[in-house]
C-alpha cells in the first residue's frame, strides 16, 4: 500500500506539474498500484476537486508509473503524426505537418520512457548498442539513440500512423483520383516516392484499398507500418538479430518468400537495399499490379536510385533497362507548405527508360498492351 499523501491546499491547481510529481515520486516504490489507490491518495491531497478533474490527475499519475510519463495526452491526440524527444527538456510534436513544442521531459522520465519502449519487444539499447529501432504494438515506429552516439540523449523518435485508411481524394486531385483508380484497376506496376514524410505509405495504403478483396496481397516490410486491408492480405515484417546476432530476416529473404505464397499482387512498403532486385525479378515473372515506395527528390533521381539499389542484390546488365521494360509509372508526393500531404505529379516510365509525365492516357494504354 502506497504512504498517505500529504494535504495540499483546496486551491491547488490539479494540472500543476509539482502536485503530479510529489503524488507519483509517492508511488514510485509501489509495484504496480492499482487505480482506486492513486485515486484515494488524490482525494487525500485535494478533497475539494471536481471528480473530472481528480480523473485527469489520476489518469496522469498511473501513466507517469507506467512509463509513457508526459506522453500520455500526445498519445490519445491522432492528429500527432511524430513525436520527437532530444533528452531532457521540451517535447517536439508534428501536427498537421507543422512542428510544435507540447511540454517538458525530465531525465528521468526519458530514461523510464526508453525502458516503457523497449520492455515488450526484448531488444535493449545501451553503450554497446547505442541506436535501436522497433514497431510498437499500434505500428508506431520508435527510433532510440543513447550515448555516446547521442550527445545530449537518450534522444527518442516516434513516428506514428492512422488506425484509418485514408481516402485517396485526401490525397490526390480529382482527377488524380480517377488516374489513379485506373491505374491500380488495370493493374500498373508503380512506385510512390518523395522525401521523407511526404505521405508516401499513407497513398500505398489508399492505393491498395481499392484493390478488390478477391486478390491476394503480400505486403513486405521492414516494420510494419500499413494497416491490414482486407482477409486476404498477408504481412511479412524483417526482423534484426537477436541479442546473439543471429535470427536476422532481410527483406530480400521476405520478397523470395513472398514469391513462394501466391500473390496476386506484390507490395513492399519501401525499397531500400538489396531487395530492389528482387523486386524487379517479381515483376520480371509477371506479378502485375505491384507496388512500393522509394526516398527520392525527383523521378529521375527515383529510377537513378531503384537502380543502384538493385546492384547491391546482385543485379547485373542494363538494369536501367531492365526497371524500364517492368516499371509502369511514378507517383511523386510532397509535402505544401501548410504542411498538407499530396499527389504533384504522376510520370509515365517509358520503354527507352525516359519519363513522361502524364494525364493517363499514354500510360493505361501501356498497361492494358502488358496485361
Not at 515488450?120 to 520508435?142: A, F, I, K
Not at 536510385?305 to 538493385?310: G, K, S, T, Y
Request: proline content about 6%.
Amino acid at each position: 500500500m502506497a504512504r498517505t499523501v500529504g494535504r495540499h491546499p483546496a486551491s491547488r491547481a490539479p494540472s500543476s506539474r509539482a502536485f503530479v510529481e510529489e503524488i507519483h515520486e509517492r508511488f514510485l516504490p509501489t509495484p504496480a498500484p492499482e487505480a482506486r489507490d492513486v485515486a484515494a491518495a488524490v482525494d487525500i491531497a485535494a478533497p475539494l476537486l471536481d471528480r473530472n478533474h481528480a480523473a485527469e490527475l489520476v489518469s496522469e499519475v498511473l501513466a507517469r508509473l507506467a512509463g509513457i510519463g508526459p506522453l500520455a495526452q500526445i498519445w490519445g491526440d491522432d492528429e500527432v503524426t511524430e513525436v520527437m524527444i532530444n533528452g531532457p527538456g521540451p517535447i517536439v510534436i508534428e501536427r498537421r505537418g507543422r512542428l510544435s513544442t507540447l511540454g517538458s521531459i525530465s531525465a528521468a522520465e526519458v530514461h523510464r520512457l526508453v525502458e516503457y519502449l523497449l520492455g515488450p519487444t526484448g531488444r535493449r539499447v545501451d553503450r554497446r548498442l547505442p541506436m535501436v529501432d522497433v514497431r510498437l504494438d499500434d505500428r508506431t515506429r520508435c527510433h532510440i539513440a543513447v550515448p555516446p552516439v547521442a550527445v545530449d540523449g537518450p534522444y527518442i523518435t516516434l513516428r506514428r500512423f492512422p488506425a484509418d485508411v485514408r481516402h485517396l481524394s485526401e490525397l490526390a486531385r480529382p482527377a488524380d483520383v480517377e488516374y489513379l483508380h485506373r491505374l491500380v484497376a488495370e493493374r500498373a506496376n508503380l512506385i510512390v516516392f518523395g522525401p521523407t514524410s511526404t505521405g508516401k505509405t499513407s497513398l500505398l495504403a489508399s492505393l491498395l484499398a481499392t484493390v478488390a478483396d478477391r486478390e491476394r496481397l503480400v505486403v513486405v516490410e521492414e516494420a510494419a507500418e500499413l494497416p491490414r486491408l482486407g482477409v486476404s492480405t498477408v504481412r511479412l515484417e524483417g526482423q534484426p538479430p537477436n541479442v546473439d546476432g543471429v535470427g536476422a530476416v532481410t527483406m530480400a529473404e521476405l520478397v523470395a518468400a513472398a514469391l513462394r505464397m501466391r500473390p496476386d499482387r506484390l507490395v513492399i512498403g519501401e525499397v531500400r537495399g538489396p531487395e530492389a532486385a528482387a523486386l524487379l525479378q517479381a515483376l520480371t515473372t509477371g506479378h502485375r499490379g505491384s507496388v512500393s515506395t522509394l526516398h527520392a527528390d525527383d523521378p529521375a533521381h527515383a529510377l537513378w536510385r531503384l537502380e543502384q539499389l538493385a546492384r547491391t542484390g546482385g543485379a547485373v546488365g542494363d538494369v536501367g533497362a531492365h526497371i524500364a521494360s517492368v516499371l509502369d509509372g511514378l507517383i511523386h508526393m510532397s509535402r505544401a507548405p501548410e504542411g498538407r500531404r499530396t499527389v504533384i505529379a504522376i510520370y509515365e516510365v517509358r520503354n527507352d527508360g525516359s519519363l513522361q509525365r502524364t494525364a493517363g492516357l499514354d500510360m493505361t494504354a501501356r498497361v492494358a498492351a502488358a496485361v
